[in-house]
């Protein structure tokens, strides 16, 4: 799923989604991996690809590049979340990524968070194309 920011500040309902999101990937994870672990949970209906098809992902673009500071606490806690992981989960590529545009970025004059990668027009339409699930805020 992508989280495309737009805005410049995100309501109480828009960080609720963005948690609700990252938990369910979460909880995805830590099912896949104790699949993986556990024999018996085998004849679960969990899968495990479940939780590593499509990784959360925020891309901060137009006035959504000055929201990078303001939820950084947000951020930080679900970034949090993903230390907190069992070996096997941590090396599944279900982490969180954060993007930046970098035209947006340039156009207004703003800074980029040490976590959040810069990518450009082409590179934000692949990503796109990857996933089927957006939610623009």
Known sequence: ???????????????????????????????????????????TSVKKDQATDSPPIIIFSGDGVFAQSS?????????????KLPYEAEASPSKPMLFVVKADVELRGACVANHVSIINHREFAELANRHQQWVTL
């Open 71 to 83: 939820t950084a606490a947000l951020l930080d806690a679900l970034l949090a979340k993903r230390k």
């Open 1 to 43: 799923m992508i989280i495309n920011i737009t805005n410049t500040q995100l309501s109480d309902s828009n960080k609720s989604l963005i948690n609700a999101v990252f938990d369910a990937n979460l909880d995805a994870v830590l099912n896949a991996a104790f699949d993986v672990n556990n024999e018996a949970a085998s004849n």
